[in-house]
């Protein structure tokens, strides 16, 4: 639907373009095939961690993506038929269309046979060789047709030509020519296709062909692997496939070359495809790509994008790119593509590096780009950076506007150096998740989103954007800004005290979104994944747990340090930098939704001496031993003094940052007083109600240790959120039963009440039933918070 919308607005912009051009070029506007956005997905294709999306999903999803896009161009087709129909003057006109009509019809059914089929793939586990039959089936009938199957857009562009010259009006001519200039842009798709791996992935492949032993960046053995992969470019031969071969392939980024040959072969020839990388930290991860690509005879077709995103890849960025572009095979390949293709992450690097310092360390990165491709000659090539940000503040979504948003990542002094570097750059930015897909959520939003996109984008910064003395006199001093930030952020990173923060309730507190496992190594764990270090947890659970507690700790985390450093010069550089500014803008918001005091209530609720006053202090017998045994449990668990660390940590960074920020005005308010005690009663209400579940704890019975888990780890498992655990764990140790009841005479009287008559129905009712409640409640509290942050990411 998102895309569907972003598809209406553009042809609406196409159409404003053309009456301009038709105002002002009146012999000439037909020439035009304007080319201003493309549109991209990877929902099917991203492969990085998961293990849950076949191969038989991804192919599945292409081919629906070009079943609702050729249905469009039907529509369009159709309605251009039956207008000139109705004035009954243009019959070969009208034959040409039914032509056009026909041939795309045709294609749709086609698909959607083959739709069925690998949708059968969901199947698999329970019948593969009935599945692979059909997948036979369908696979013999695309070869013996591909002659006849629409796969190149080329065919129908053609028809639009025949169908420009036969047209007589105006409004007629218009369309065709908006028709034409999608049908360029997007060719068979409602989506340029994006898939995406990891680079362990890409080395898993590759590593029995070179001998690979050690990691792939290891100084003592990286030059051999670099020759053996060289070598292999030289000499490889592409291979022959078919879907038997990809049935049978067992390693991931050979198979996912192998769905990316099959998707060129019999869906669509013409558009290329994006092979992104992830965490991409040695050449030999492209240069191996590259070689699959050639093997399987796609290097024409794909574009090998590396991800720079960690700490490493930022480091290393530039010089990955420079010792690709002196390897002759990859030379070869970037001169036959006419691109070179990059990606650039904020999530993870927000969180090791700190948000500003992943925005600072991509424009970094942008510019020394533009100077090695000018130096090595390669600045003919276009350049394409496909920025991946999330929706939230944690994940490198500005939040103001879209001009903030698109200048935070694609700052105005990186897009003028290269235009005076003669590098063409095609710009790319994601919007992910359902909160991404708001932007374009309805046709009027989606217009006005892509409008604000081509007001950002189209023109070249004319502003003496390079006065900025972000990037002169005071250079040397704005990288000891950010590095202090970054310092800051990896001491809490690999802090375990901080790890402990973030598995207090781990994803506990959420109601479970997304398709993606919280831990990055293994699939099917819970909400909470006993972390032993944070890089273990993905950026979007990391993220939304922070928003949780009210700290947005990877965004203004190290700011007051680093401010401290020079408080004065600090305040002369905010003061006459529009990038620093803009950096710092994101700061801003995030400390708008930061609340210090809550987080220190939510580290309180472990804290036992805590809950022992409390105790001290009840008037209540009962309400006493409930609060001491909350207080005796959190005494075994250890786990306050670890918080309380953290806790000072961030208070003492704070306190710096207050201080800093006041010096050039900020924090300023945005948000209202209002929304800032709703987020404040909303904390509350959940603290009171995790402190009820708590006391509840105390009059769960014992139970004997044949269930395989003691009571104390279940209260534990509870103290922690993981109450869905939990409860099932109790009905199965106090099963809610019927009582039994066996009529008739045995030949005796019985007095014995056995165990048949006892039933759980109090406890269920009393203890289990309302903590699962509160819980609900909980959770509920968080979409709440959610709702008022903004971001679910």
């Known amino acids: 639907m998102a895309i569907a919308n972003i598809h209406g607005a553009l042809r609406r912009a196409y159409e404003i373009a053309l009456d301009v051009a038709a105002e002002n070029y009146p012999d000439e506007w037909e020439q035009l095939s304007p080319r201003l956005i493309t549109v991209a997905s990877w929902v099917g294709y991203d492969l990085d961690g998961r293990s849950d999306i076949k191969w038989s999903d991804t192919l599945f999803t292409r081919l629906k993506i070009q079943v609702l896009q050729l249905q469009r161009y039907v529509k369009l087709v159709d309605e251009l038929r039956r207008g000139v129909e109705s004035k009954r003057s243009n019959v070969d006109l009208v034959h040409l269309l039914e032509l056009l009509e026909s041939r795309l019809a045709l294609a749709i059914k086609e698909a959607e046979d083959e739709i069925e089929v690998f949708q059968g793939g969901k199947k698999e586990g329970e019948a593969p060789l009935a599945w692979a ?125 192998m769905i990316v040959a099959k998707m060129l072969k019999y869906i669509d020839t013409t558009v290329p495809v994006r092979f992104l990388i992830a965490e991409t930290e040695t050449p030999l991860t492209l240069l191996s790509a590259l070689y699959f690509a050639k093997l399987f005879g796609v290097d024409g077709k794909v574009d090998i994008s590396p991800l720079f995103e960690t700490t490493k890849a930022f480091e290393r960025g530039i010089r990955v790119i420079d010792e690709c572009l002196q390897n002759p095979a990859f030379v070869a390949y970037v001169r036959k593509r006419g691109r070179l293709c990059i990606q650039t992450g904020f999530s993870d690097a927000g969180r090791h590096l700190g948000q500003t310092v992943a925005a600072i360390s991509v424009e970094w990165l942008r510019l020394k780009l533009a100077e090695l491709m000018r130096q090595r000659g390669f600045d003919d090539i276009e350049l394409v950076i496909f920025d991946t940000h999330g929706e939230s503040i944690g994940r490198g979504g500005h939040p103001e506007d879209f001009r903030a948003r698109l200048e935070y990542v694609a700052s105005p002094v990186s897009r003028q150096n290269f235009a005076q570097q003669g590098i063409r750059v095609k710009e790319e930015a994601s919007f992910q998740g359902g909160d991404g897909y708001l932007y374009f959520i309805t046709p009027d939003i989606a217009l006005a989103s892509v409008t604000r996109i081509l007001e950002y984008m189209l023109p070249i910064p004319t502003d003496d954007v390079e006065s900025d003395p972000a990037y002169r006199h005071d250079e040397d001093y704005v990288k000891e800004f950010f590095i202090t930030i970054r310092r800051f952020n990896e001491e809490v990173m690999n ?68 401010i401290a450093r020079d408080p004065e010069r600090f305040q002369r550089l905010y003061q006459s930098s529009p990038r620093c500014r803009r950096l710092l803008g994101m700061v801003d918001w995030a400390l708008a939704f930061t609340d210090l005091e809550a987080l220190k209530c939510y580290v309180d609720l472990f804290d036992p001496g805590q809950w022992l006053s409390r105790a001290y202090q009840a008037k209540d017998a009962a309400a006493a031993t409930e609060l001491r045994h909350v207080a005796e449990h959190l005494e075994g668990d250890r786990v306050y003094e670890k918080l309380a660390k953290i806790y000072r940590v961030f208070q003492r960074d704070m306190l710096d940052l207050r201080e800093g920020l006041a010096l050039v005005g900020l924090p300023q308010a945005k948000i209202s007083d209002e929304v800032r005690m709703d987020l404040r009663l909303l904390h509350g209400l959940r603290i009171a109600l995790i402190m009820r579940i708590f006391t509840l704890t105390a009059h769960i019975p014992d139970f004997s240790d044949q269930h395989n888990i003691t009571r104390q780890q279940l209260v534990s498992k509870i103290f922690h959120l993981e109450i869905d655990d939990a409860m099932r764990k109790l009905n199965t140790i106090f099963p809610k039963v019927e009582q039994i009841k066996f009529e008739g005479d045995f030949g005796e009287a019985a007095t014995y009440v056995g165990d048949w008559h006892q039933t759980y129905e109090r406890e269920h009712q009393a203890i289990f039933g309302p903590i699962a409640g509160l819980y609900t409640l909980v959770r509920r509290l968080s979409s709440g918070i959610i709702h008022t942050v903004g971001a679910l990411g």
């Open 133 to 257: 039959e059909e997948v036979r089936r369908i696979a013999k009938r695309m070869h013996d047709g591909r002659e006849l199957r629409l796969i190149d857009s080329a065919q129908l562009l053609e028809l639009i030509d025949r169908a420009l010259g036969l047209s007589k009006t105006p409004e007629q001519r218009r369309k065709l020519i908006v028709l034409r200039a999608e049908i360029a842009n997007h060719g068979l798709g409602m989506a340029h296709t994006h898939v995406r791996l990891n680079a362990v992935q890409i080395h898993n492949a590759i590593r029995k062909l070179i001998d690979m032993e050690a990691a792939p960046d290891d100084p003592a053995h990286k030059r051999s692997y670099i020759a053996k992969i060289t070598k292999l470019l030289l000499h490889v031969k592409p291979v022959q496939i078919n879907f038997a071969s990809i049935l049978a392939e067992r390693t991931s980024a050979k198979r996912l070359f």
């Open 495 to 562: 802090d375990p005290a901080y790890a402990a923060l973030l598995d207090t309730f781990g994803g506990n507190l959420l109601f479970i979104s997304g398709s993606r496992p919280v831990k990055r190594e293994h699939e099917g764990l819970a909400q909470r994944v006993n972390l032993t270090h944070p890089s273990q947890m993905r950026a979007i659970p990391h993220n939304g747990i922070l928003q949780q507690l009210g700290m947005l700790a990877n965004t203004v985390g190290g700011v007051g340090q680093a």
